[in-house]
């Protein structure tokens, strides 16, 4: 048995990017950052900060789309991988990427829109349960796309 789940709460680091693939299925992308507080070498405390590329499909892609904006805070839980790709220089780098199941805003009302994320779901919190989902019919970002 094999086990692959993350859980992720922190802020966006940019707005959600919203696109749809040729089979009409809602992509939404977006950049969350954690901070951890640690002590250096010297004793000093630091600001550790990680971030993580969040990727939502579907209903729950265009909610996203809708509500959130950069610094909105947001709890994601999904499936966790690590991106490889080659930067403009031909340096190797790595991004962590999750492709979120479920979602919940944390947020009070940094809401894009007027409207209440519970015009649409109760309770802010939102699942994404169909098995459809597939990041590889996506088209991969460009290495310029990718904000850390």
Do not use: H
Request: hydrophobic share 25%; charged share 25%.
């Amino acid at each position: 048995m094999s086990f692959n789940k993350i859980i992720v709460v922190g802020n966006l680091g940019r707005d959600p990017e919203l696109r749809y693939t040729p089979q009409g299925n809602a992509v939404c992308d977006f950049s969350v950052a954690t901070n951890e507080k640690r002590r250096d070498k010297s004793g000093e405390l630091q600001n550790v900060v990680t971030w993580f590329k969040i990727t939502l499909w579907n209903k729950q892609a265009e909610t996203a789309s809708k509500y959130l904006t950069k610094g909105s805070s947001i709890y994601i839980e999904g499936r966790l991988r690590i991106e490889e790709w080659t930067d403009r220089d031909s340096n190797n780098r790595y991004s962590l990427e999750v492709n979120a199941t479920e979602m919940q805003f944390l947020s009070g009302s940094g809401n894009r829109n007027e409207e209440t994320a519970n015009d649409t779901n109760s309770e802010n919190s939102f699942s994404n349960q169909d098995s459809t989902n597939n990041p590889d019919t996506v088209n991969s970002p460009n290495d310029d796309d990718i904000p850390f």
